[in-house]
């Protein structure tokens, strides 16, 4: 059984930052990608970025050049640094895994960003 669980979201002004983390249970965590996604109130779930075994990534337009995934596959850990933040930005993050068949998520965490 594979448990997700995302901490570090917050309340942060435009133009702040704030960096997610999700710890990972279970074995293999190294060799399946991982993923963050949002969901705005109101609106459906959308990728934010995602990380390969290997450590390629591939981010959404709207958050290129200010948000950087990572991971730390010692650490069953996956990262995203959030800087530049919009309040465009303001939604429940939430971590993604994918083995063979099955959708893995958190529990999500907030991030609200004022302007």
């Known amino acids: 059984q594979v448990q997700l669980v995302e901490s570090g979201g917050g309340l942060v002004q435009a133009g702040g930052s704030l960096r997610l983390s999700c710890a990972a249970s279970?074995?293999?965590?190294?060799?399946?990608?991982m993923g963050w996604y949002r969901q705005a109130p109101g609106k459906q779930r959308e990728l934010v970025a995602v990380i390969t075994s290997g450590g390629g990534t591939n981010y959404a337009d709207s958050v290129k050049g200010r948000f950087a995934i990572s991971r730390d596959n010692a650490k069953n850990t996956v990262l995203l640094q959030m800087n530049s933040l919009k309040v465009e930005d303001t939604a429940v993050y939430y971590c993604?895994?994918?083995?063979?068949?099955?959708?893995?998520w958190g529990q999500g965490t907030q991030v609200t960003v004022s302007s």
């Open positions: 993604h895994q994918r083995r063979f068949a099955n959708d893995y």
């Open positions: 279970g074995s293999m965590f190294s060799i399946f990608p």
